[in-house]
Nanobody
């Protein structure tokens, strides 16, 4: 069983930055594809960024150049550095791990004020 715990969300003004962290339990972290998703009120959950076990990354077009996903296997942790935040980035952000099955964290709220 994999447990994911997100942290780092909060309230920030437009143009500001936040760094989200996701700490994972279990021994499969280093071989899992990790991702950050978000869900705004009334909208579907969407992929924000992903990183494979080999470090290959992908991003939603809306965050390219502003967000950076990274992982630290020694700490079983994946990060999402978010810069130049916009009000439309406001959402609950979820950490996801994929290895044979998909696992989700409980989510962390990010609110960007204009």
């Amino acid at each position: 069983q994999v447990q994911l715990v997100e942290s780092g969300g909060g309230l920030v003004q437009a143009g500001g930055s936040l760094r989200l962290s996701c700490a994972a339990s279990g021994s499969i972290f280093s071989i899992s594809t990790m991702g950050w998703y978000r869900q705004a009120p009334g909208k579907q959950r969407e992929l924000v960024a992903g990183i494979t076990s080999g470090g290959v990354t992908n991003y939603a077009d809306s965050v390219k150049g502003r967000f950076t996903i990274s992982r630290e296997n020694a700490k079983n942790t994946v990060y999402l550095q978010m810069n130049s935040l916009k009000p439309e980035d406001t959402a609950v952000y979820y950490c996801n791990a994929k290895f044979l099955a998909a696992y989700w964290g409980q989510g962390t709220q990010v609110t960007v004020s204009s």
